[in-house]
């Protein structure tokens, strides 16, 4: 890659990022309501506004046709850390804690050629699991629809047909750790403290480094692991479709994977199911038949999975918006911003009907969007996952009102932390799944009872241990 060298002097009409006086982005009123504040910097600075990201000035890109561009256009937003000027001259905080992630050298932070490569090989190895014809596509469909099952029945034998649940922790964030372990092949031990981690990195707190490190090397542990022992799963067939990529460079891309499918898509799944909780406590009749695909839409158009997607760096000095950027900038696209415009339009009477909620940038778009197999595998979990909840539960109401739920509200993404509801499940909900005694698994234990072996480790995590 030939960096630029970031010599061009920036345009007349324009005052450099790093000279502007910029307010910092995340405060106590961007954690209550980001809204807000998206519309107040819209409405001082336009479509592209200077904000400070934990001491690091940012352009943040707030109107919808201004984050599509920066997307869509990948000759002038790079992806490649190596293009950011400020880190390439020195200038940044050596603990500043977002550049833990973005040093990690995977699929997402690379470009051209180079990325196309990257995702072929992803492509390819989750093919099998895509075509419902393979195998491994329908035995992972029907995986994701049996760990619901048994979370929901674990639910029922912990806490009766009639109780108190948090969605969140005793349901959707359990679903994506077992799905992660049959998915990638890993072994039990890599449990709920991995996910937290990828939490840490992606919130940005103080321990983020320590954390993406210990992260990496559990999946460059995994690598190694199944290199020597190979299966019917995401990492095997990785190794199978790029034979040259070593256990560090495997343990990258997994790492990658990892965050989408636990944070990206449990988010996805949490807010569907408040889309729907929020409406009409009758869960069974909330929605209309075969309309799940538009809630998840609605979901995603109203608080998208990642609020606030991956930076970009320019390539040349352009102008954005009303603004110039510089070559070697660094700009964060909003999604929950860009979304702003979609809902303000979808609520006029004028063209209401003629804005699609498909237009959502939860998978992002341009060459960087999430590959299509990886969406028709996360569409699958978080309609499977839903669905099992409306399958399942007759009644269940939210014992928070909505606009008191906490979440989490970092630079990326905006989750809920928890989703508690009061529940009646069905007189056919199902039962407590049964426990496989440890000396009944054989030495050689296969994925699925690896997976399995994980629900001593759920009961934990579901009840505090009790």
């Known amino acids: 890659m030939n960096v630029h060298p970031h010599t061009t002097p920036p345009p007349a009409d324009g005052t450099p990022l790093e000279s502007l006086p910029v307010e910092p982005l995340l405060t106590a009123e961007f954690d209550v309501d980001p809204g807000a504040v998206y519309e107040r910097l819209r409405h001082t600075y336009g479509p592209v506004a200077p904000v400070g990201l934990m001491g690091v000035p940012v352009w943040l890109v707030l109107g919808y046709a ?35 992630g973005y040093e990690v050298r995977q699929t997402m932070f690379m470009d051209d050629e180079e990325h196309r490569a990257a995702r072929r090989t992803l492509h390819s190895a989750l093919g099998p699991f895509q075509d419902t014809r393979n195998p491994e596509g329908w035995e992972l469909r029907a995986a994701v629809a049996r760990y619901a099952d048994e979370l929901v029945g674990l639910l029922a034998a912990e ?8 969605l969140g922790a005793q349901y959707t964030r359990p679903l994506l750790l077992m799905i992660t372990t049959r998915l990638f092949g890993c072994p039990v031990e890599m449990g709920d403290e991995l996910v937290m981690d990828v939490w840490r990195m992606l919130d940005g707190g103080p321990d983020s480094g320590p954390a993406t490190g210990r992260a990496l090397g559990a999946f460059t542990r995994l690598a190694a692991h199944r290199r020597a022992r190979p299966g019917d799963d995401l990492t095997s067939y990785m190794l ?69 997607m991956c930076f970009r760096f320019a390539a040349r000095d352009v102008q954005l918006g009303n603004v110039w950027v510089r070559a070697g ?5 909003s999604a929950a911003a860009a979304h702003r415009d979609l809902l303000a339009l979808s609520s006029s009477h004028m063209v209401g009907s003629m804005v699609s909620t498909r237009a959502h940038l939860g998978w992002g778009a341009g060459t960087h969007q999430c590959p299509s197999a990886a969406r028709e595998l996360a569409g699958m979990i978080v309609t499977t996952a839903v669905g099992r909840v409306l399958d399942h539960f007759t009644r269940a109401e939210l014992t928070l009102p909505p606009d008191q739920l906490p979440w989490r509200s970092g630079p990326v993404v905006r989750g809920l932390r928890l989703l508690p509801v009061r529940y009646e499940l069905g007189p056919r909900a199902p039962s407590a799944p049964r426990r496989t005694p ?17 629900l001593s480790i759920l009961r934990k995590l579901m009840f505090g241990g009790r």
Do not use: C, K
């Not at 806490?159 to 948090?166: I, M, Q």
């Not at 479709?241 to 256990?247: G, H, I, K, R, V």
């Not at 900038?329 to 696209?333: G, K, M």
């Open 66 to 100: 201004e984050v599509t561009e920066v997307l869509r256009n990948e000759g002038q937003w790079r992806r490649d850390v190596r293009y950011w000027r400020a880190r390439a001259e020195g200038r940044l905080p050596r603990d500043w804690p977002l550049l833990a």
């Open 159 to 166: 806490s009766g047909s009639v109780g108190f649940a948090d």
């Open 240 to 308: 199978l479709s790029d034979p040259q990529l070593s256990d560090e460079q495997l343990g990258r891309e997994l790492f990658m994977n990892a965050v989408y499918l636990n944070d990206i898509t449990g988010n996805m799944v949490l807010n569907t199911l408040l889309e729907v909780l929020r409406g009409n406590a009758t869960v069974r009749r909330s929605l209309p038949t075969g309309q799940l695909g538009e809630t998840v839409n609605r979901a995603a158009l109203v608080n998208p999975p990642v609020a606030n």
């Open 329 to 333: 900038d660094i700009v964060s696209p």
């Open 438 to 454: 440890p000396a009944a698994v054989p030495a050689n234990q296969s994925t699925e009872h690896e997976s399995r072996g994980l």
